[in-house]
């Protein structure tokens, strides 16, 4: 599978993470997993097993997503679902009923079909939050299946809720606990884990208090949805008379290694307790806006000096098209076109940031990183620079074809193509499995 060095020729080079570097003419050296070396093109006689011309392109790290669902993917096209209100009939009508339905087939595939799609999008590390409620053993397990086939990196959980009973509830812990601890164990650099909750409307005191516990004592973070509508904070209110994040808190759910996904609807006193636990939000621009339910406050959360990242949520696995939608949707937000774009387009270093702390060496192009590289077809027609990088990012390289997706090292995808999976072959068996799953609509 593995090519044991590869060069990459001629190219200009955005490092990200936090050197955010412009190298132009340079050349990346590959060895095994890692990158060996970067240095000026033409300056050493560098031999190499494979070498790639990179003449007329740009290399990036591959993008990270920290808020996904594998399983919609399966949502694709499905038109038996009544039309919905609010964010809660959402659930009710379509992600509610989708869940119930999946065998381990159906996430499988659906977690193929994802994850395909992230290669070609260039996105090469993923943090998932899954739900199953009536295949729920093992069914992390059979994630881990597709994302080790498919060569990518993914951060898994299961979505603990009671909203099927407590005995529902107790499995999802039980495959929580199962998973981190066989990530620990196993402890490599593809497949980590988070203890999932699904919301604060849909977990009880007593779920609560258990997976706190468990997920504790395996030193896990939560991976959690926080007051992504306003009926959340609505309903803790009413019943347990605190705030969404106040409740996390009580409960030993909020850290450094907990991700809280949209807190849309978070107050100033909320904000203060993320940033005094140093917890991470995943903002969902695109998921916020189809759902009609607000805009996160990435000027805010900035300001307070939070560690927010940006998640699709599902909407897409494409991180260039998000990252322009949460840019327009702050733009509207603030009513205000010239706000937020640096405070936007940091969400890239701060992903490289979220996901350090699950995963080694990632997010940045530097010499002993790991090998996670992506090509995009990308010739200027204006001076491309450092300090317009993130311009051309939003208005120019979002619009190019991803051509190379580098992971570990292995090249996933060269030239458009994908090197280790047959794609179609995928589809058609994902075609057949999500019509029988549709079937039970
Ligand atoms: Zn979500």
Known sequence: MKTKTILIKNSIIFTGGS?????????????????????????????????????DKLIMPGFINVHMHFYSSFARGLNKINSSKDFVEVLNNLWW?????????????????????????GTTTLI???ASPFSIRGSLFEIEKAVRRCGLRACLCYEVSDRDGEKKAL?????????????????????????????????????????????NSLNSGFHVHC???????????????????????????????SILAHCVHINEKEKEILRRTQTQIAVNSQSNA??????????????????????TDAMTVNMMEEIRAALWLCHLKNS???????????????????????????????EGNFADIIIVDYIPT??????????????????????????????LMEKGKLNFIDEKEVARKSQETAKKIWNRF
């Open 336 to 366: 205000n076109p010239s706000v937020g774009f640096p405070e936007v387009t940091k969400t890239l270093e701060n992903n490289a940031k979220i996901a350090s702390k699950y995963f080694e060496k990632i997010g940045e192009i530097k």
């Open 171 to 215: 499995e999802g812990i039980k495959e929580n606990y199962e998973f981190i601890k066989y990530s620990n164990e196993k402890n490599d650099n593809f497949i980590k884990s988070l203890f999932g909750l699904h919301a604060s409307f849909t977990v009880s005191n007593k779920t609560l208090e258990i997976a706190s516990d468990i997920g």
């Open 227 to 257: 007051a992504e509508a306003v009926s959340d904070q609505i309903d803790c209110q009413k019943k347990h008379k605190m705030r969404v994040v106040e409740r996390f808190e009580k409960f030993s759910i909020l850290g450094e290694k």
């Open 290 to 311: 189809n759902n009609a339910v607000g805009i996160s406050d990435i000027i805010g959360f900035s300001k307070k000096e939070i560690l927010y990242g940006l998640g």
């Open 97 to 121: 009923r989708l869940d119930k339905k999946l065998d381990y087939d159906a996430i499988y595939y659906s977690s193929m079909a994802a994850l395909i799609q992230a290669i070609k999008k």
């Open 382 to 411: 204006t001076p491309l620079k450092e300090d317009n990088f993130m311009g051309h990012l939003i208005f120019g390289i979002s619009q190019s074809n991803i051509d190379t997706t580098i992971v570990n090292g292995n090249i």
């Open 128 to 130: 998932d939050h899954h």
């Open 19 to 55: 050197s955010k570097k412009l190298l132009k003419g340079y050349d990346i050296l590959i060895e095994d997993s890692k990158i060996k070396k970067i240095f000026k093109s033409a300056s050493k006689n560098i031999k190499a097993d494979k070498i790639i011309n990179a003449e």
